[in-house]
RNA sequence: GGAAGAGUGGCAGAGCUGGUUUAAUGCACCGGUCUUGAAAACCGGCGUGCCUUCACGGGCACCGGGGGUUCGAAUCCCUCCUCUUCCGCCA
């Protein structure tokens, strides 16, 4: 959520960041609403604290002339207070509904875009900052696609996930099984050596914290929900990992701080279905490591691009041809600034699938967990809060057995035979 | 799940028979005096959010969350949450 003053003392810039992520012209028109009923609330505000504060001194007087035993003027100034408590009443009310109006639309704006933000409508015209120079892998023309290579080695099983749950929750198995818990162990241990802290979070977040990195209230439907305890399950565990902050005014020794985590990931994903949905392209459940840096304010895009190269190296070292992008405004996330996107080429498919999704967040996250810190002249700031995928794994699984696959079963890349202790599935 | 007790500012800890305590005091922390330097001692400062002011400053709210009683609530009532202890159940 945006801060009402950034709008104010920016608004050609929240425009054109809004414009930059394709808003309509005739729905600009929120950010002067938005400065206006904060006008409201700031005046209905000052009006109801000075009541509030001629119904303090008249009290301490009534409790002075208690004590004198001055009844009858007593009596007078509780009758002048009853008066004052009507408008009160009257005044809260209506700085409740607007407030709620002020929320409700600052809600509906998305975080401003950085100046590199390319233009574009869709995730076509994102824009390739790193492109895989080298021959992509070539596969014979019977090349076998990772749902079918899954069910030839018996790695992965989607018809028992659907026994035992439904679509899109796939069970691993054997080899499969093993080979997904090789890279969790691998992505953590590249993680802790890059400084990072790893965190096992709970799995299920209440209100708060889905509130928080900013869940709810527009994603809504994306996540799983226990009716019965009001729980969410975390769609990344970015959710829980940032909340640790919540509500925080971090010390700045602390900085930088930076967190990883491995959890399985529960998406709805409702509302997508076709042909993206064949095997592990997208799933209702998969794990992730995830890593999430906070820092002051000045050093997040130094931290941005830290977090990029570090992705960039763990598909370096999986020998996966990837590439890059900056999302245009047009794809960029609600509450980004700047996110950089990884791709990793599918040769069966012949498609490039998404694993890793790197954002800043600017204070657009911190201001609504309310986490600061106090800069060198004791000014209490906003921080700016980072993550990433580090990495998604069912996508990762699928290109690495579409690539690796020859002959005599696939092969597992070098870095990951200490972890699966096994170098072809066969 | 049942019973009892408790939740106060970074920590400790008073207040909890409602009104010069709208939060004492100690520790920690920051600045100063003293000192060659340090310690000790002394003096001062020391929460968050919002409103107001060019500024100095002033005001409002917050004592686990929410609601209520009252002219006035940390203090009384209701409700929820959390913690501790005991019982039950259970990896």
Redesign the pocket.
Known sequence: ML??NQIRQDKERVLNSLRKRNWKEENLSVLDKILEL?DQ???L??E???N??S??????E???L??EGQKDQ?NT??QE??AL?EEIKEREERMKMVNLELTEHLLSVPNITHDLVPNGASDEDNEVTQAWTKDLPQLPENAIPHWDLAKKYNLIDFELGVKITGAGFPLFRGKGARLERALINFFLDEAQSAGYEEIIPPLLVNEDTARGTGQLPDKEGQMYYVTKDDFYLIPTSEVPITNIYRNE?VKSEEFPIKLTGYTPCFRREAGSYGADVKGLNRVHQFDKVEIVQISKQEDSYKALDEMVKHVAQLLEKLELPYRILRLCGGDIGFTSSLTYDFEVFSAAQKKWLEVSSVSNCETYQSNRL?C?Y?DENGK?KLVHTLNGSALALARIIASLLENNQHEGGIKIPKVLIPYTKFDNID
């Open positions: 801060l009402v904060d609330r700031k005046k505000q000052t109801n604290d000075s509030l504060a119904v303090n001194s008249k009290s301490k009534i409790g002075s208690m004590r007593a100034k509780k207070v009853a408590k005014i309310r600061r106090k209490t």
